[in-house]
């Protein structure tokens, strides 16, 4: 264990984000469900969607680019999908609202999908997967968001790097995968910049088109790479299509001609309810056969077992509840500040 | 133009498909939809399950891994999910009736979902997603398969390839995504492996661990790469998983348990119905404004303009449908030997 880590306990950290969401306004209720939440993408190792990302929601929130009292509403509906308008108002609020629709639509009808535009930005992909984990839901979201990465065969920006999450439903903890289609967020090109340390593997090319896994290099060249270089471009393509499709929302364009960065994305957001065809403990233990198999490939290095997605998370969450979660302390003290 | 290319014009493939399924006792209405899948699939480029995949499509159907003559079987629905048994029927019937299922669904209720256990191989994942485009609706697909891919972090197979689909109609032909979740497939290192060249982009592990495009170092050492690294291992893990959810069928472990490559494999069909949302032509002026703004992206090889997914295959099938399909002259003589 690094002794130099600091360490803040999730309670200590839930409070202090209430105590200044509700100081800047936002209604007790809302103020309990985004603390909560920040906290909790910290405590589950996100820290850049978690305490990180804390201050500059606080200052959109002020600037009132985030408007914190907007009510998201349904715009339009046929059948199980719904149409939603985020009107702004705090990403995370507008996210769960909607992935709470998909799942009660899934549970009386097999399938819910939910698509909004004009959402602020959600934070962490992943809390809307879980949410609906939590109910006993597999939950597929994804959005669409300013570009980072050029389409395969250019060194231009157009796509964004559209995160999209899966997640499965597990007795002993969700299975989740929450990815974005670069190699690599901005945030992590960022931390090896100033760290002055590679990637631990290629995430772009350099100025003079040779792949490479300096940071630096990356950045001047903005030639970041997509997840299976040609594939990822596609996907990233088709996410883009399909929400926007869907919600009637911004395209990667619109949002590229906004002043703040993801200005009113568009999301979806897909429930489905399989429980209809499993008895009791059966899906569990079926995804536990799976799980079994995938982990029993032998590892290349004996000290790294191979781990199914969400297997990671849980642990440190787990860590993270006994230790108190690992902060930036610059960040921590401003926001005792505020 | 390769003065060498042999060539087929689409009708003679097609008769000649029709002629070989109806020999070995295909229904002709079958025969006839089984004849034209395999010769779009070369049609639209798409070689390896087209005109190169029906001699083995033929030897399953003799030996009776392929079922000829069996109908799919819905077992079980829950509102807009259904979920079906392919009873080994050939892949193709069966998972364009599921489609066909999902589609008519989504024009009721938004959206459907088809999920299906023992199918039969299904040739061309494409194939599918076009056929809900083809209706209007977006499509979403993907199958389960045996493992060719290692899990991150462990040199031993555990992955299927996993393909997954994504299309959308638009008046100027669909936009659409086929890929499968290792960067390249085992026919794609085969025909580098034969040819002696080197892959676009490394594909893989030599024994020694170090990333190689040398197909032949990638099948020695089995460590294939699948897209995006640790993101395709989930991705492909998630498609798995979600797939045996919903179907009830094999898994992965299951499936590399068979004697017959892809024996019984477990897929998913979705289609979304997003016409409620969009005034006449509006969708479609839509979409285009999206993809002008990805293939606005100036091209780094000024020969090679950027292209959407689907554009590509768009005039692949034109080029084809005028000059011929080019084809492997030794099986097309083996197929006319039949």
Redesign the interface.
Known sequence: MNESVFRIPFDIMYQEFLRVLLKIGFSSGRAAVCARIFAENSLDGVYSHGLNRFLPFVKLSAEKRIDIHAEPEKV??????E?WDGHYAPGIIVALKCMDRAVAI?K????G?VAVRNNSHWMRAGTYGLKAADAGC?GICFTNTGSII??????????GNNPVV?A?PHKNGP?L?D?A?A?FSNGKLQLHSRAGTPLP?DGGYDTK?RLTNNADEIKKSKRVL????W??S??A??????A???S?GK???DLDKETTYDYGVSQVFIA???S???GADE?DQ??E??CA?????????AG??????GQGMKKTREQNLRLGIPSDRQFWEKIQQL
Chains 1, 2 share one sequence.
Request: aromatic residues 12%; negative net charge; proline residues 10%.
């Open positions: 339009a509906s046929f059948g199980v999908l149409q899934a009386e009808q097999g399938v999908c597999i050029p389409p395969w065969g250019s060194g231009e920006p157009r796509l899966f499965v299975i995968l990815i289609l190699q593997a088109g997509p997840i299976g270089l594939k990822g596609g996907l393509f088709m996410l883009e299509v399909i926007v499709c869907l009637g395209t990667t364009a489905i309810e399989p209809a065809f499993w899906m079926k995804i056969e799976i198999y995938y982990v029993s490939a032998a590892p290349l290095d790294e077992p191979v781990h199914y997605p």
